[in-house]
């Protein structure tokens, strides 16, 4: 079955650090993968997209890699900042399913000063 | 731009009774909306996709008959949970999609509903 897993376990970081957050699937063809901001009690924000065919997005203090080979996305925060806490989604879209997404359940960032 | 309002942001309701979420573009017209469902710690699950003026697609385990929606028009949709029941309880989220990106969803503020 197809999956999507990210870490559990809330991390950490001190302000200033950069973070990096993983995204791992299983039985996916992958069209793009895209990463998503959720406050508590809010809708998803979306932060970038990233298709099949490209290894590296940036934007601002943002970056996403993508490696099909691995079936791993990473997704970096650098110069941390306290607004940066939140949950951080990352979100598949197949090749069969294009424009559908499947989240994965989050990894929760908390940036301290 | 590209802002999707629901309404209500919060619901409490009894047992047995039906609850209807709406899920409005503002500034966009919406070909497609989804809705999903987020229950604590867990990921956005879908629930449906709905394409103006055409019926909605459920996604294996949801009961269509249970969770009915409705996209009337390019900036609405809803979503009726009929006979809620306390495990009906969490997290509804809704987004859209416009004409010509596909790869992109607007996510809603998410509905809470509570089911006593």
């Known amino acids: 079955s197809q999956k999507i897993e990210q870490n559990s376990e809330a991390l950490n970081i001190q302000e200033g650090k950069t973070a990096t957050l993983t995204c791992n699937y299983t039985n996916y063809s992958p069209a793009y993968l895209q990463w998503y901001r959720q406050d508590p009690g809010r809708g998803p924000v979306f932060l970038l997209l990233i298709r099949e065919n490209e290894k590296e997005k940036r934007k601002e203090r943002l970056k996403v890699t993508f490696d099909t080979t691995l079936k791993q996305s990473l997704f970096h925060i650098t110069a941390s900042q306290p607004a940066d806490s939140a949950t951080y989604l990352c979100?598949?879209?197949?090749?069969?399913?294009?424009?559908?997404?499947?989240f994965g359940a989050g990894t929760q960032v908390v940036v301290t000063p | 731009g590209a802002v999707v309002s629901q309404h209500p942001s919060w619901v409490i309701c009894k047992s047995g009774t039906s609850v209807k979420i709406e899920c409005r573009s503002l500034d966009f017209q919406a070909t497609t909306m989804f809705w999903y469902r987020q229950f604590p710690k867990q990921s956005l699950m879908l629930m449906a996709t709905s394409n103006e003026g055409s019926k909605a697609t459920y996604e294996q385990g949801v009961e269509k008959d249970k969770f009915l929606i409705n996209h009337a028009s390019l900036t609405l949709s809803t979503l009726t949970v009929t006979s809620a029941h306390p495990e009906d309880s969490s997290f509804y989220i809704c987004?859209?999609?416009?004409?010509?990106?596909?790869?992109?969803?607007?996510f809603g503020p998410g509905t809470r509903l509570l089911v006593l």
């Open positions: 979100a598949l879209s197949s090749i069969n399913s294009w424009g559908k997404l499947q």
């Open positions: 987004s859209a999609q416009y004409r010509g990106q596909q790869e992109t969803q607007y």
